[in-house]
């Protein structure tokens, strides 16, 4: 081999290639998140809107009721006025959320993923370059971005919807998905692992939208701190204020440079932070498979707790009083009136804020349960099962800190949020009780994903991280169910559809126990097959 | 003496692919027992229907006189197994591995632990994601070695280690076997195990093609021969179970077969003798023939 000339040229060598196998390896999924994020905006949002509330005083009483309820605001964003696009894409907000977690899950899977299992240095060995596994993945993520706003444009189009705000709408939905491509390809380099790299990307889209949903559900201020609040903040059909793009695209500038720069400073395989020696003996609380597990999970779970618990401290910060808001405006008064007054609007609002709470903690037990799945697939679980150690209490290890961690991290949520809305309203014992059943009664639904994780794991283990495709379905049907005209057999499938909404409605036993019947369920199928199979 | 492993006619199938077909071995208690295969011939995947981590799709297969597959929790109690290629958990470090997966197993001989990371040359106290291959293999070796265990099953354990912990690899094993250990080493390294290795069980293909000590495989096999005489060599190729003969000058070389070696001395010696040098076939020589014939 001749000597290589080490230069600009040299680093980006092998990119095509690179872009053309990711495409392969992702030809399914991504067509599929490209399409689900841009075709329903004009057949699903925008038709309902047109068949629901035709006339212009339809819209106008939908999005008065709308921006009555911080809850709804809180979720999905403010309404700027009652033109079609603008109450019709309203929901759909949310697609900048998913949007998100798309590009997220696309960029890690492509670098860091792929570096700790070692494929990337397969391919870094033959003629690919330092910066070329970059490269390709933010290629592929940003161009799956800006092609999703441009279909998600173009079917806006065929519809009676402003032209110049579909194209606003479209470009933000772009925008949102090139600043968290540019996250992720930072989180990839932060880390030695893809699970912590996710995390950390996460964590951020998860921030933004904190921000974003308590910036809307009040002044609005904390909403310019949020990548989600400024895509909002572009106001399609509103105004279409073009020069917030800008923000999208210094930002992703900005990202982009500092990940290449992180790129250029470290070693494949290594992260940021420096390996210091550790103990030469294991100590005795490291002695068996809990104990390895505890070892594997606290860190992760560490982080999930604080991540739930930052958010539910805001959400309790600002639900005291939150129906007093307009208060001097007579209709919307009203409207709050027949509600149920500021009580019921703040349930409503706790309601809502848990149930993002429940699908957090739910992906946190996914992450968690899928550990038996990386361990299995790593050999390092074959590593455990060839000691002394039997495959129940082995599957058991992970399980238990899955089905416990999500527990924890929720209900930490939830002295957190209680005690800030109590300290508010001045009556900590009232609310904090208040929050704590309402964190507590989230917990069957979110068992049922690690459930649902493990019987995977069991009886279809090369089928596991479908895992995540089954909350993702779950969080699409719960979110978007009611506006589509689903059937209400398939809501019926989300386990959150059947979390009670505490105080305001009156518990009921039987969801409870049937949630918890079906979790116990799945877990012990999944034991029972994971028992009989081959490990791989 | 007791048979520590049992395996007679053992299939294994992976949808329409027969890992195993029909395979058979016995290794005896106290001995190291080679296990020699190309890749790809089943090797591994017999060791890990032994581990119970695999379900024989039929046959027989005893450990110690159990099921592997039913029995797997308590067997694992008296077995250490190294497997080729170790992945560790990259938070730990080298010596917390060391001492779990030991722990778990059944408890670890301190002293001994103390001895092998010395002579192994090991630092203990590095996270496991910054070893390299031989040193990842060191962790699961001296945890391996330092347990209470009465069979190890090592499956091509001194793959990455440099040719100086190789010596001292294969100064555990022969004392692990004076302990009254049993070993079954699979490898590629044929000089080991005719360092290592009493008895050879060689597959191919998922199927046994021999077994037995290495001197009775000599036995079956021919002999390589070079004598220098005194005068013209007379002709050999006569003599039945001789050949590959050249000639050069006096000099004469040619393979035989063990049951034709004292006729050929006979012959060579009626001519004369200056110089004699037999060579029993190596455990090369015995491969590549199973493997050639196959081929």
Known sequence: MTAVAVGANTTLTGTRGLLRLFVRRDRIVLPLWMLLLSVPLSTVYVASIESVSPTAADRAQLAATIMSSSA???????????????????????????????????????????????????????????????????????????????????????????????????????????VFSSVAAVAAQLSTNARTARGIAFAVLGAAFALRAVGDASSGTLSWLSPLGWSLQVRPYAGDRWPVLLLHLCTTAALT??????????????????????????????????????????????????????????????????????????????????????????????????????????????SAALRLHQEEAAQRGEAVLTTAVGRIRWAASHLVLAITGSAVAILAAGVVAGLAYGVAAGAVATKLGTVMALAAIQLPAIWMLPAITVALFGLMPRFATVAWAVLIGFVALYL???????????????????TQRIPGEPFRLAPVAWLLLIDAALIAVALAAFRRRDLR | MTAVIEVSDLHKHFGRVRA??????TVNEGEIHGFLGPNGSG??????????????????????????????VALHREIAYVPGDVTLWPSLTGGEIIDLLARMRGGIDEGRRAE???????????????????????VSLISALSSRARL???????????????????????????????????????????????????IRAGKTVESGTLESMRHLSRTSIKAELAGPPPDLSRIAGV??????GNTVYAQVDAGSLGELIRVLGDTGVRTLVSQPPTLEELFLRHYRVAA
């Open chain 1, 72 to 178: 709804q605001r809180a979720l999905y964003g403010n309404v700027y006025n009652d033109s079609i696009g603008a109450v019709g894409l309203w929901k759909a907000g949310l697609f900048h959320l998913l949007i998100g977690v798309a590009v997220i899950l696309t960029v890690i899977r492509h670098t860091r993923a792929e570096e700790e299992t070692g494929r990337a240095e397969l391919l870094d060995s033959t003629a690919v370059g330092r910066y070329a596994g970059l490269t390709a993945a933010l290629l592929l993520a940003f161009g799956a971005s800006v092609a999703t706003g441009l279909i998600g444009i173009a079917c806006l189009l065929t519809t009676d919807a402003e032209p110049s705000g579909s194209v606003a709408f479209g470009l933000a939905l772009a925008g949102s998905g090139l």
């Open chain 1, 257 to 366: 440079t500092v990940a290449y720069l992180l790129l250029r400073r470290r070693d494949l395989g290594a992260g940021l932070i420096a390996d210091r020696p550790g103990p030469a003996t294991a100590s005795p609380a490291l002695s068996g498979p809990f104990g390895l597990a505890w070892r594997l999970h606290r860190g992760s779970l560490l982080a999930w707790t604080i991540g739930l618990c930052l958010y539910g401290g805001l959400v309790g910060n600002v639900v005291y009083g939150m129906g007093n808001q307009w208060g001097d405006n007579p209709t919307i008064r009203e409207i709050i009136n027949r509600l149920g007054g500021s009580t019921a609007i703040e349930n409503s609002f706790l309601a809502i804020a848990f149930s993002i709470l429940a699908v957090t903690a739910a992906a946190q037990g996914v």
């Open chain 1, 480 to 498: 978007l169910g009611s506006i589509a005209g689903f059937p209400h057999w398939l809501l019926d499938l989300v386990p959150f559809t059947h």
């Open chain 2, 20 to 25: 195993l077909d029909g395979l058979d071995l």
């Open chain 2, 43 to 72: 090797k591994t995947t017999t060791i890990r229907v032994l581990l119970g981590v695999l379900r024989a799709t039929s046959g027989h297969a005893g450990l110690l006189g159990r099921d592997p597959w039913r029995d797997a």
């Open chain 2, 116 to 138: 092998l990371i010395e002579r192994f040359d090991f630092d203990p106290k590095k996270k496991a994601r910054t070893y390299s291959k031989g040193n990842r293999q060191k």
């Open chain 2, 152 to 202: 190890l099953l090592l499956d091509e354990p001194s793959s990455g280690l440099d040719p100086l912990m190789e010596r001292v690899f294969r100064e555990c094993v022969i004392e692990a076997r004076d302990r009254g250990v049993t070993v079954l080493l699979s490898s590629h390294i044929l000089s080991e195990m005719e360092v290592l290795c009493e008895k050879v069980t060689i």
């Open chain 2, 243 to 248: 050949e590959d003969v050249t000639v050069e």
